[in-house]
């Protein structure tokens, strides 16, 4: 800009220009990221109860390698005689106020990292809808409360809401607000798909005065919570937490939620789950691939296990182990359609999330400046000149309108695979190809295995031997690998 004061900065002004050129008129259909103009567009048109079909045959390559289908039978079920309301009920032995939880819900986002405006819109259209939404790790806010809307209560690393002086848990903060009526679920969060391993960020600029307030923080400061939570320090503390949370909360279903990282850290959870016979009352399995928080571009992309592989495993594990009865598994990461929900179910989910998709349902046009607060929306911003753009009334019913249409989609799919419910998918239900002339089924590519079978060691199948070798409920971690390497009889 020195040296060419016009062509300098009229490059600065191309880059600023060039991610809203590339969207709108370069990128095609099927090219979009993260979320592709295909999805979008349907997401859009059933928030606004528009005609979502599509003219002229698919656009995908279905000869791609990583397409994927999934079986319809010739004998398919009369839609009409479906439900059309799925739903799971969440609560095992310990719970004495089990939540009926519908099968796609609102993420956890929270109010900071967007407005009070999608917050309150996303709110009263789960009110409208009758499904839940997650507050994120920001705390419970009056715009969670405001429509009534069934509320999944978040607890991170920060204890944002049930935080001492010190930043600690405070129980006595957390029982005043865990036992509102409107707080159906406790969600622990040990890690998040956008971030895994990195504790929550809030730009400073997000950080206003009420929402500091909100989170008992200094205003205008880059709010980065912990990596790890202080309130419990091994598997079986995690464990004992859980249960001490659902006493708190007095009797409400409480889990938690992680991305995949070490498979022998989870297998160590659930061996302390079985010793103590205390079970959470879900697990949320979140993938590498999700996300609407800000991050650090090498955690955002390098970090956790994707969603299908996190939830491949999780499932195996607890089936394996026979704890599955146990335990509901919710899924999370980019879950914008019908088709997303039958292949997260055909491996194991009970009920999904999404957030990226309800941020869309509320206007949201993917201009990927989430972590500026200037989001031209309205919806991921505290700047109340751009936030007044989001009107409440409109949006509320968007929201609900494409919960409604996305679950008729999936009822629909069930259908058409000759399926009464979900719980009759499996895993062979679902194809990818792998080459141009060949196609697996996700039984062939994550094999499953009976209930049980994991209970005697010399079963365990061998992907997950030193997995369990490593897993320990006193810690976390692989601290022994250099004795066990040394050990071929541990």
Request: hydrophobic share 40%; glycine share 10%; net charge neutral.
């Amino acid at each position: 800009m020195r040296i060419y004061p016009v062509f300098g900065r009229l490059r600065w002004f191309m880059e600023d220009m060039r991610p809203k050129i590339y969207q709108y008129f370069v990128e095609s259909d099927i090219d979009g990221r993260p979320i592709n103009r295909i999805d979008r567009s349907t997401i859009y048109q059933r928030a606004k109860k528009e005609n979502d079909t599509m003219p002229f045959g698919t656009q995908l390559d279905v000869y791609a390698e990583g397409y994927e289908w999934m079986c319809h039978s010739i004998a398919p079920k009369d839609f009409k005689s479906l439900n059309h309301n799925p739903r799971v009920l969440v609560g095992n032995k310990d719970c004495t106020k089990p939540y009926n939880l519908s099968i796609y819900n609102i993420s956890a986002m929270s109010y900071g990292s967007l407005s009070s405006n999608a917050v309150e819109s996303m709110n009263a259209g789960a009110q409208i809808g009758g499904f839940a939404h997650n507050t994120g790790e920001g705390g419970l806010s009056p715009y969670h409360l405001k429509h009534g809307g069934d509320i999944i209560w978040q607890i991170g690393t920060g204890y944002f809401g049930c935080r001492d002086a010190n930043g600690g848990f405070s129980p006595e903060l957390f029982a005043e607000k865990a036992q509102l009526d409107n707080v159906k679920m406790i969600e622990i969060k040990i890690s998040q798909g956008a971030k895994p391993g990195h504790g929550g960020i809030l730009p400073a600029a997000k950080n206003t005065p009420e929402i500091a307030a909100i989170r008992a923080i200094q205003p205008y400061t880059l709010v980065a919570s912990p990596p790890f939570h202080s309130a419990f320090n091994t598997p079986k503390e995690l464990i004992q937490f859980v249960q001490k949370l659902r006493e708190l909360s007095g009797g409400k279903p409480v889990g938690f939620k992680l991305c995949i990282g070490h498979k022998s850290e989870f297998i160590s959870i659930c061996k302390a789950m079985m010793a103590l016979d205390i079970y959470p009352d879900f697990i949320t399995v979140d993938g590498g691939e999700g996300g609407t928080g800000a991050a650090p571009q090498e955690f955002s992309n390098y970090v956790g296990a994707p969603l299908l592989d996190g939830l491949d495993f999780v499932s195996n594990i607890l089936r394996g182990l026979d704890i599955k009865k146990h335990i509901k598994v919710l899924a999370s990461g980019k879950m914008t359609s019908g088709f997303h929900l039958v292949r997260a179910m055909a491996l194991g989910a009970d009920a999904c999330y999404s957030a990226r998709a309800m941020m869309m349902a509320v206007g949201c046009i993917q201009a990927l400046m989430c972590n500026t607060n200037k989001c031209p929306v309205g919806v991921a911003t505290q700047d109340k000149t751009l936030s007044v753009g989001l009107v409440v009334e409109d949006k509320k019913t968007r929201v609900a309108q494409f919960h409604k249409y996305t679950i008729e989609n999936f009822v629909e799919l069930l259908g058409a695979a000759g399926l009464s419910s979900k719980e009759e998918l499996t895993r062979s239900h679902i194809y990818r190809r792998i080459s141009l002339n060949s196609m697996l089924t996700y039984e062939e590519i994550f094999p499953s295995y009976e209930i049980g079978a994991f209970i005697n060691p010399e079963n365990i199948p061998q992907r997950y031997k030193t997995d369990f070798a490593f897993a320990s409920m006193d810690r976390w971690g692989m601290a022994n690998i250099g004795s066990w390497s040394n050990d071929t009889n541990k």
